[in-house]
């Protein structure tokens, strides 16, 4: 059986990091608040190779509780990439440039996430298209939260719920030919 070299590293430093601290001299007074170790398989590798390239995106709003906030309607640029295990997303029409977090992926259908923070406000978009040739139908769940300026907790938070469609514009093949 091939062991992926990323989760042998990542169980080396889970390892490491539960023997270190008993062998290390470090007593229980002493805090380590700001070291996190996060560990996991990267689920790009997954992703159909058909996904990356350039699409032309709409959105459609379907459900808000804030009207007032997010566009009816909407025509975009994708261009989705990747390098190593990290996917991009980068409009540029808008400038926006993201990287993305793989959360599913089944089959044609892929699953991710973007998040970004500007001052006090957060903005999430959830995606999940399904792949057709050289077409997607999918939705976009954005959650948009303004944060305290004290204390970085969320004051309010305002939904949108898009259908997206997508025609592939250029780059990879659906069919993978």
């Known amino acids: 059986m091939k062991i992926s070299k990323k989760i042998i590293l990542a169980t080396s430093l889970i390892t490491l990091s539960l023997i270190l601290p008993s062998k290390s001299g470090l007593n229980s007074s ?19 190779h058909a996904v990356f390239g ?24 994708w261009n989705l990439s990747r390098k190593n295990d990290v996917m991009n997303l980068n409009n540029p029409v808008t400038g926006a440039n993201a990287n993305l977090s793989v959360n599913e992926v089944r089959g044609s259908v892929v699953k991710f996430t973007k998040e970004s923070v500007t001052d006090n406000k ?3 978009d959830t ?3 399904n792949l057709s040739e050289d077409t997607f139908v999918g939705v976009n769940t954005i959650e948009f939260s303004t944060l305290s300026d004290i204390d970085g907790s969320v004051i ?9 469609t997508g025609k592939k514009i250029s780059g990879a093949s659906v069919l993978e030919k």
């Open 30 to 48: 002493m805090v380590m608040a700001d070291t996190i170790l996060k560990a996991g398989v990267s689920l790009v590798d997954r992703v159909p």
């Open 54 to 77: 350039t699409w032309r995106v709409s959105a459609v709003l379907k459900e808000t509780d804030s009207r007032g906030i997010f566009r009816e309607k909407s025509v975009d640029l």
């Open 122 to 124: 957060k903005l999430t």
């Open 127 to 129: 995606v999940e298209i």
């Open 156 to 164: 309010k938070t305002e939904h949108a719920f898009y259908a997206l």
